[in-house]
């Protein structure tokens, strides 16, 4: 019997653990997760935007509009440092980010001082916008490759059914 020829690409499978880390977000308006891998394409961390741990959500506001300390924007974490901060414990150096929005500026920092070397997004929703392309400026001129993921898929279904396993 041969192989079976439609499975999933390492970017679709790596994309796709970024996008499920993104259902644990409890913002109301968006929900990103990131996902690193290391040369040997094991995950080494994992996050998604969501507060600091040990706060509680229900205390704090989700708004995206209003004075700043009534807005989530000061309190929230985006998905990319918490997957650095989430990692197994080494160095990160020669890794990839798969992240479900290219990343914004503070971000970026970040991902450059850990040492990872490949940027892999799926959405680019707000490339125009003045974070986007100081992230882009900083990610050039530190050697950080990005491209939009490579995939033909449209969606991928999980099912938790037992007899589809």
Same mark, same amino acid.
């Given at each position: 019997?041969?192989?079976? %020829?439609?499975?999933?690409?390492? &970017?679709?499978? @790596?994309?796709?653990?970024?996008?499920?880390?993104?259902?644990?977000? =409890?913002? $109301?308006?968006?929900?990103?997760?990131?996902?690193?891998?290391?040369?040997?394409?094991?995950?080494?961390?994992?996050?998604?935007?969501? %507060?600091?741990?040990?706060?509680? &959500?229900?205390? @704090?506001?989700?708004?995206?509009?209003?004075?700043?300390?009534?807005? =989530?924007? $000061?309190?929230?974490?985006?998905?990319?440092?918490?997957?650095?901060?989430?990692?197994?414990?080494?160095?990160?150096?020669?890794?990839?980010?798969?992240?479900?929005?290219?990343?914004?500026?503070?971000?970026?920092?970040?991902?450059?001082?850990?040492?990872?070397?490949?940027?892999?997004?799926?959405?680019?929703?707000?490339?125009?916008?003045?974070?986007?392309?100081?992230?882009?400026?900083?990610?050039?001129?530190?050697?950080?490759?990005?491209?939009?993921?490579?995939?033909?898929?449209?969606?991928?279904?999980?099912?938790?059914?037992?007899?589809?396993?």
């Amino acid at each position: 019997m041969p192989k079976r %020829l439609n499975y999933i690409s390492w &970017d679709e499978y @790596f994309m796709g653990v970024a996008l499920l880390s993104a259902r644990r977000s =409890k913002d $109301p308006n968006t929900q990103v997760g990131a996902c690193i891998v290391n040369s040997k394409n094991k995950i080494v961390g994992a996050g998604y935007n969501g %507060l600091p741990a040990g706060c509680d &959500d229900d205390h @704090f506001p989700w708004e995206k509009q209003g004075d700043f300390l009534q807005t =989530k924007y $000061p309190f929230v974490c985006h998905a990319e440092l918490n997957a650095i901060l989430n990692n197994i414990g080494m160095d990160l150096s020669g890794c990839k980010i798969y992240t479900a929005l290219f990343p914004c500026h503070e971000c970026t920092k970040a991902i450059i001082q850990s040492g990872i070397t490949e940027v892999i997004y799926l959405s680019d929703k707000y490339e125009e916008s003045d974070s986007a392309k100081a992230s882009r400026l900083m990610l050039e001129n530190a050697g950080v490759s990005c491209r939009k993921v490579n995939t033909q898929l449209d969606q991928l279904l999980l099912s938790y059914k037992e007899e589809d396993v």
